[in-house]
C-alpha cells in the first residue's frame, strides 16, 4: 500500500513509519495539517489510504477528511482519534471517515482495519487473491504457487499485491513507483525493473507471467509455462 500518515506525535509518527515500511508499504510522514495538505496536493491519486490523526498543529484534521470528501477522490480515510464518546466517533463517521482507531491502540489491529478498508474501497470481501495457481493472502502475507509457499521480500510482495488485484490492467512504471515509493524515498523507475525481473523469477512456476507491454509498462495475467514474457 501507498500511505499517507498524518500523526504530529513524533514518537508515534516515527513508530508507525517504521513499522510500515518493514513491511513494504510506502509512506509519506506528514506531522502537521499543511505538510498533509502538501502531500494531498502532490500525489492525491497514488495514495491507497490516509491515516489521519484529528488533533494537529497548523489545522484540523477533520477539516482535511472534509476537503479529501469534496475532492470526490474516493481516498480512503481511517482516524486515529484520543476520543472516546460515542458522539464524537460517530461525527467522523458522518464526515466520511471509512473507519477509527481510538487512543492507545494495537499496531496488530491497525494493520487489519487499514487492510479491510483497502479491500472495502475496492469491492474486495476477503484477503485471499487467487489469479490461476497463484495465490496472495495479504492478512497473513502469505504467498502460494502450485499449492507451495513462496519466499517474497516485502517489496516483491507488495508489487505483487499491486498487480494480482487487477489481473490484465497495464500498470506503467510510474503508476508502480506511485505504489511502492513514497514521494521522499531516494528511487529511480530502474528500481521497478528490477523487481519485476526478482518476481518473475519466483513465481515462474505459477502458471501467472508478468508481462512487459511494449511502451505501456507490465501486467499479470495467466499464461502457460515457458510463455514469452515479452
Same mark, same amino acid.
Given at each position: ?47 491507497? @489510504?490516509?491515516? @489521519? ?49 481510538? +487512543?492507545?491502540?494495537?499496531? !496488530? ?6 487492510? !479491510?478498508?483497502? /479491500? /472495502? ?12 495457481? @497463484?495465490?496472495?493472502?495479504? !492478512?497473513?502475507?502469505?504467498?502460494? !504457487? ?10 516483491? @510482495? ?14 506503467? +512504471?510510474?503508476?508502480?513507483?506511485? +505504489? ?20 518473475? /523469477? +519466483? ?10 507491454? /511494449? ?16
Amino acid at each position: 500500500m501507498r500511505l499517507l500518515l498524518v500523526e504530529d506525535n513524533e514518537d508515534l509518527g516515527d513508530a508507525l513509519e517504521r513499522h510500515f515500511r518493514s513491511g513494504g508499504h510506502a509512506v509519506d510522514w506528514a506531522p502537521s495539517a499543511p505538510e498533509a495538505e502538501d502531500f494531498l496536493r502532490a500525489d492525491t491519486q497514488g495514495y491507497d @489510504l490516509v491515516i @489521519l490523526d484529528i488533533m494537529l498543529p497548523g489545522g484540523d484534521g477533520r477539516e482535511i477528511l472534509q476537503r479529501i470528501r469534496s475532492s470526490e477522490s474516493g481516498l480512503p480515510v481511517l482516524v486515529l482519534t484520543a476520543r472516546s464518546q460515542i458522539t464524537d466517533r460517530v461525527n467522523l463517521l458522518d464526515l466520511g471517515a471509512d473507519d477509527y482507531m481510538t +487512543k492507545p491502540f494495537d499496531v !496488530a489491529e491497525l494493520d487489519a482495519r487499514c487492510r !479491510a478498508v483497502v /479491500r /472495502r474501497r475496492h469491492g474486495q470481501a476477503q484477503s485471499l487473491i487467487q489469479v490461476g495457481a @497463484l495465490e496472495l493472502d495479504a !492478512a497473513s502475507s502469505r504467498v502460494m !504457487a502450485q499449492g507451495r509457499p513462496l519466499d517474497l521480500r516485502s517489496r516483491e @510482495l507488495r508489487l505483487l499485491e499491486v498487480l494480482i488485484a487487477q489481473p490484465g490492467q497495464v500498470f506503467s +512504471k510510474s503508476q508502480l513507483m506511485d +505504489k511502492l515509493f513514497g514521494l521522499t524515498d531516494d528511487a529511480s523507475e530502474n528500481a521497478i525493473e528490477v523487481y519485476i525481473g526478482r518476481l518473475r /523469477r +519466483k513465481i515462474q512456476d505459477s502458471g501467472v507471467i508478468i508481462e512487459t507491454v /511494449r511502451g505501456l509498462g507490465y501486467r499479470l495475467r495467466e499464461g502457460q509455462l515457458g510463455e514469452s514474457r515479452e
